[in-house]
């Protein structure tokens, strides 16, 4: 899915989706393509790159910080989870990916007792009984409840392992993302 924002196109959704898309809406858009879904360090972005993306956007990785504004028990949730302990489900704007825990389940049952074909692309207004999950999921965010806490996190959650600050997290993609595309040349051209 691409949608134009202003100064640039915006591809997401999720990692395999980010392989396919960026290069695709790179090649159909004049604007700057930024992609997003699975990006979390240097060698992300120097996919990016490759693949004809401007840069990209990032946000299971920045909530994970030591000054991102989140709760405590979301950001431990991160670093805890692996790439299979996400789950997509009918969230507030669509179809979204949470982290894998009671109330995110719920939401998928939720989800499916609804519309069963939801994974099959057919949409799904939210209603009365998710809204209510997803309101008492953030109560319960709040609340440090970390089984019932409705919290939004990508497949990357699996790759990211430390609440460094922003600037450090900064840093490191830079500085990675140098290295990665300054080693192409030797990784791929035969001498």
Same mark, same amino acid.
């Given at each position: =899915?691409?949608?134009?924002?202003?100064?640039?196109?915006?591809?997401?959704?999720? %990692?395999?989706?980010? =392989?396919?898309?960026? %290069?695709?809406?790179?090649?159909?858009?004049?604007?700057?393509?930024?992609?997003? !879904?699975?990006? &979390?360090?240097? !060698?992300?972005?120097?996919?990016?790159? &490759?693949? !004809?993306?401007?840069?990209?956007?990032?946000?299971?990785?920045?909530?994970?910080?030591?000054?991102?504004?989140?709760?405590?028990?979301?950001?431990?949730?991160?670093?805890?989870?692996?790439?299979?302990?996400?789950?997509?489900?009918?969230? +507030?704007?669509? %179809?979204?990916?949470?982290?894998?825990?009671?109330?995110?389940?719920?939401?998928?049952?939720?989800?499916?007792?609804?519309?069963?074909?939801?994974?099959?692309?057919? %949409?799904?207004?939210? *209603?009365?009984?998710? +809204?209510?999950?997803?309101?008492?999921?953030?109560?319960?965010?709040? @609340?440090?409840?970390? @089984?019932?806490?409705?919290?939004?996190?990508?497949?990357?959650?699996?790759?990211?392992?430390?609440?460094?600050?922003?600037? @450090?997290?900064?840093?490191?993609?830079? *500085?990675?993302?140098?290295?990665?595309?300054?080693?192409?040349?030797?990784?791929?051209?035969?001498?």
């Amino acid at each position: =899915m691409a949608s134009g924002h202003e100064g640039g196109a915006h591809v997401s959704w999720d %990692p395999v989706h980010s =392989m396919v898309l960026v %290069p695709a809406v790179a090649k159909a858009v004049k604007p700057p393509v930024v992609a997003a !879904g699975g990006f &979390c360090d240097g !060698g992300t972005l120097a996919a990016a790159f &490759c693949l !004809g993306a401007k840069g990209i956007q990032m946000g299971t990785r920045f909530i994970a910080t030591k000054d991102a504004e989140f709760e405590q028990i979301w950001k431990q949730a991160i670093i805890e989870r692996e790439e299979r302990q996400t789950l997509v489900a009918r969230g +507030l704007f669509g %179809p979204m990916r949470f982290l894998r825990n009671r109330r995110a389940e719920e939401i998928v049952e939720q989800t499916l007792q609804d519309l069963p074909r939801f994974y099959l692309g057919e %949409p799904l207004d939210s *209603n009365e009984e998710i +809204l209510r999950l997803e309101r008492t999921g953030f109560d319960d965010l709040i @609340d440090s409840k970390a @089984d019932t806490a409705l919290m939004f996190g990508g497949e990357v959650a699996g790759r990211i392992g430390d609440l460094p600050t922003v600037q @450090d997290v900064i840093d490191s993609i830079v *500085n990675e993302s140098s290295e990665t595309i300054g080693a192409l040349p030797g990784r791929v051209l035969s001498k």
